[in-house]
């Protein structure tokens, strides 16, 4: 198993760029399929995007297409989002998740929630308008 910690967030203007990270501990991270889901106040959780173990296969949700980019380094044991042309409504707290996935799982499978068996505690981004 791993651990995922996420780091990066914060507060920042419409319009800017956070890099989120996240680092997993405890289990052999290249073999784990990543994502990356967030949930706003009042509302339910959500995909975001995700990446398969070797970086092959990346998977976004239609509202951040063209904003924010997925990537990893299994050297590190990392996955980053890079987050840019911040919007109000992306303000939300930012959960990283893990799990083994088949290389020949249907693509619909990186982006469901139950799919993912370990998850951090989540980093608060703040969008202001």
């Known amino acids: 198993q791993v651990q995922p910690v996420e780091s990066g967030g914060g507060l920042v203007q419409a319009g800017g760029s956070l890099r989120l990270s996240c680092s997993a501990s405890?289990?052999?991270?290249?073999?784990?399929?990543m994502g990356w889901f967030r949930q706003a106040p009042g509302k339910e959780r959500e995909f975001v995007v995700s990446?398969?173990?070797?970086?092959?296969?990346?998977y976004y949700a239609d509202s951040v297409k063209g904003r924010f980019t997925i990537s990893r380094d299994n050297a590190k044991n990392s996955v980053y989002l890079q987050m840019n042309s911040l919007k109000p409504e992306d303000t939300a707290v930012y959960y990283c998740?893990?799990?083994?996935?088949?290389?020949?799982?249907?693509?619909?499978?990186?982006?469901?929630?139950?799919?993912?068996?370990?998850w951090g505690q989540g980093t608060q981004v703040t969008v202001s308008s």
């Open positions: 998740a893990a799990t083994l996935m088949s290389g020949a799982a249907p693509s619909a499978y990186y982006y469901r929630s139950h799919m993912y068996d370990y």
């Open positions: 405890g289990g052999t991270f290249n073999r784990y399929t």
């Open positions: 990446i398969a173990w070797n970086g092959g296969r990346t």
